[in-house]
């Protein structure tokens, strides 16, 4: 029994800059395309994409935010068009098994764990290599609090570890400020007579009584051949509980090879409901064998080499590597145009605190009911910043593909 097949043309340009391993995500009204053919509903599990040879290639719909998804396979040249189709179905028959998940055989998983959502990339049905585990709730993974606070239950979360080809980019806690650890999020003032401080974790003064960020729920979690997804709603607490602010966090992870992985994290922020230092702050420790001070690089887009040149800079995106393992490994940090004070000023630190960050702040006449919406990229890679092709990837970032629909069409299959 033939059945009708609906497909829209897809052509994917460049612009003027040179792709590789590019991600294409793009919004598509499928229920109103499908209605220019039949009253039917829209099956969400029923879109493919087909390369220019007829080839049908891993691709992801996400009904969260109605976007297609795919990846294009190796190099794209400035100017250089390629073409695809999308195709999709009505409700009304049922689909083969292989279109449901895992329909390809490489995905990224994400596994609650107790506490922490590990993620794995490039396996099927929980295999693959381990990328990162989000530690989200628990105990504290503070080894030594400040003033020699023990324990707990946890501080904020945090990306730990964050692998790359040959082993870990970052560091977990250690006698040294301890409570610098992973890739995370922090909030606020440095001592708690500034207002709340969820930058330290501890209890004691000077420093404390600190606050925490709180897991509430994860929204979403999603696994795909494209990318593996969370969607997180978090409070911001003061030391006796009280939740002054709010955040939705999202993060992406995608299905690329390991000398160059890429997670997207973006943080839609309530204005604080407090007085005294009011800002975020993204953080990466760094793992301390690629600290500038044992012999790492630290690198930004406006040229700067070494922490005299990055620390305290404005720049796109800021670059820390060196050796990992039997060889030499990295990881960038890629500021929004869309971040306020776009392009940020960076913090960065040859060690013993190997520390990379920025600060966003919420100004004094922020509206009380306002929203902050902040995004980054992290990209993890073979080599240092040159190897790595640090700055295409960050042009590939913050220069839209061009994604251009053709006409709709039907045809039985």
Known sequence: MSVLRYWIPVEVGAGNVKRENSV??????????????????FNPDSVTVYDENQQEIPSQYDSLDETISWIIDGVTEPEQKRTYKIGFEALGRELPFKARYPRYPSNVDLADMDGGLRINVGGSIWGGRHFTTYIYSGESVTALGVGGDLGGPLWKPSFCPVNGPLGNLVRESEEEHPHQHGLYISYGAHISAEGTN???????????????????AFESCTNGPVYGRFVEKLAYTKPDGYKFMRETRDVKVYNLPAKSMIMDLSSTLTCPNEVGVRGVRINIRVANSIREMDGGRIENSEGGVGQEQTSREKARWVDYSGPVGSG????????????????????????????????????????????????????????DAKKGKVNGKYLDYSTPIDVTFGKPYEEKV
Not at 198 to 216: L, N, Q, S, Y
């Open 24 to 41: 294409v995500s793009v919004r598509a009204d499928f229920p109103r395309l499908l209605n220019q053919f039949t009253d039917k509903w």
């Open 328 to 383: 030499w490994n990295g990881i960038a940090a890629f500021d929004n145009q869309s971040n306020p004070g776009f392009p940020t000023e960076w913090g960065t630190n040859a060690g013993p605190m190997a520390l990379v960050g920025a600060s966003y702040t919420f100004p004094d006449d922020f509206l009380l009911h306002g929203i902050l919406r902040l995004k980054w990229r992290f990209y993890i890679h073979d080599g």
């Open 198 to 216: 969820i930058w330290a974790e501890t209890v004691k003064g000077p420093w404390g009584p600190c606050g925490r960020i709180v897991h509430e």
